[in-house]
């Protein structure tokens, strides 16, 4: 369990104050994949580099589990030293860039942060081969970081920020310098490690289509602020914020609709044009068909898309109902009745 309250930085610049993080206050459940979204200049990553002290908050608290609460005041921290190494050395982190050392090894990468842990040669060595049997790099070993393609290179960053057992694994983009297979094997072997490890990720990112395949809660950041937060599926199936709305076109196929209003002759005359969201609760029925035979309209399918999030569908059509207005209006109703949320986006 990860517990953040009230936190707060400031950078101070020569001509201005930036307000990187702004009151964020989040509870995030051992073992979810949380996403953290925005633009960038959010705030993303000084907020998660809050959470291992690489950045000092201003103020506020945040408690990780096992290590209590720790409250910052005016750049300072109430926790010693020792229980402060002990804290990062429970949280993994990798970056955008990997941070590989160039000069060195696969192994020496990943033996890296456990070389002042106490262990010996032969333990080192057998905790490292573990790894990258966990990462699926066994046979790269002893090459160099320049030796591998971007998604293996990400790799040996996971097996080396997985080296000291974290409870908790930071990720700062870690798919977006990657190409979309990479990308995907990357996230999938994201969402082995938090299913066999039970590890927490929490993870940054620009994309929604990161989050739509991975993670079980979001929040939404803008200006240093947590504008929206909750259940993956929930703020897909409905979003409440400009700025979420927008990140959730920017990963759906039916965005393409601002393009045929664009060009209004594909729109029929006496129709309204609307976008349907088909939830759990009623993704299974043929509503379609059924306003077609019961209200005498037709109903012109001009884009569809069905998403699988956290193993739910979640369906979208752009249709025009076409009929006698009273006929079209009986429709909607009876959509809204069958629990299909209808946004009508244009009137013929
Ligand atoms: N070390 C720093 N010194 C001064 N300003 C900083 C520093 N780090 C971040 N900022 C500023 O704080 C704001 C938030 O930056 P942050 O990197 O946290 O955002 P982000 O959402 O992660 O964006 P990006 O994806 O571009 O990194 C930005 O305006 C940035 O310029």
Request: a negative charge; aromatic letters at 6%; hydrophobic letters at 40%.
């Amino acid at each position: 369990m990860i517990n953040i309250e009230h936190l707060d930085k400031t950078y101070h610049l020569k001509n201005a104050d930036v307000h990187a993080v702004d009151d964020v206050s989040l509870h995030i459940e051992s073992g979810q994949i949380y996403g953290v979204i925005g633009y960038s200049g959010a705030g993303k990553s000084t907020l998660v580099r809050c959470l291992n002290f690489l950045e000092i908050p201003d103020s506020g608290s945040i408690e990780i589990e096992g290590f209590g609460k720790v409250s910052a005041n005016q750049g300072s921290l109430d926790i010693s030293q020792k229980k402060l190494r002990e804290l990062r050395r429970s949280i993994g982190m990798i970056f955008q860039h990997f941070n590989l050392l160039d000069r060195s090894t696969v192994f020496d990468n990943v033996a890296y942060p456990l070389k002042y842990t106490g262990l010996s040669k032969k333990e080192i060595e057998t905790r490292v081969d573990e790894l990258l049997d966990l990462v699926d790099l066994a046979d790269k070993k002893y090459v160099y970081p320049s030796q591998l393609s971007g998604g293996q290179k990400q790799r040996v960053a996971i097996a080396r920020a997985l080296s000291n057992n974290p409870k908790v694994l930071l990720s700062d983009e870690a798919t977006s310098a990657l190409d979309p297979d990479a990308t995907e094997s990357i996230l999938k072997l994201l969402r082995d490690l938090n299913k066999r490890l039970g590890i927490t990720i929490i993870l940054i990112t620009h994309e929604m289509s990161v989050i739509k395949s991975i993670a079980n809660r979001v929040a939404v950041m803008e200006n240093g602020k947590v504008v929206e937060e909750g259940d993956v599926y929930d703020i897909f199936a409905n979003p409440k914020e400009e700025i979420t709305k927008k990140f959730i076109n920017s990963s759906s196929a039916l965005s393409n609709i601002t393009k045929l209003i664009e060009n209004k002759t594909i729109i029929p005359t006496d129709s309204k044009l609307v976008k349907l969201t088909f939830t759990r609760d009623s993704v299974g029925s043929a509503t379609i068909s059924k306003i077609s035979r019961e209200y005498n309209v037709d109903v012109n399918i001009m884009l569809a898309n069905v998403d699988v999030i956290n193993a739910d569908a979640l369906g979208g059509i752009i249709a025009s109902i076409e009929g006698a207005k009273e006929n079209v209006q009986r429709a909607i109703d009876f959509l809204h009745e069958s629990n299909v949320k209808v946004e009508v986006i244009h009137h013929a």
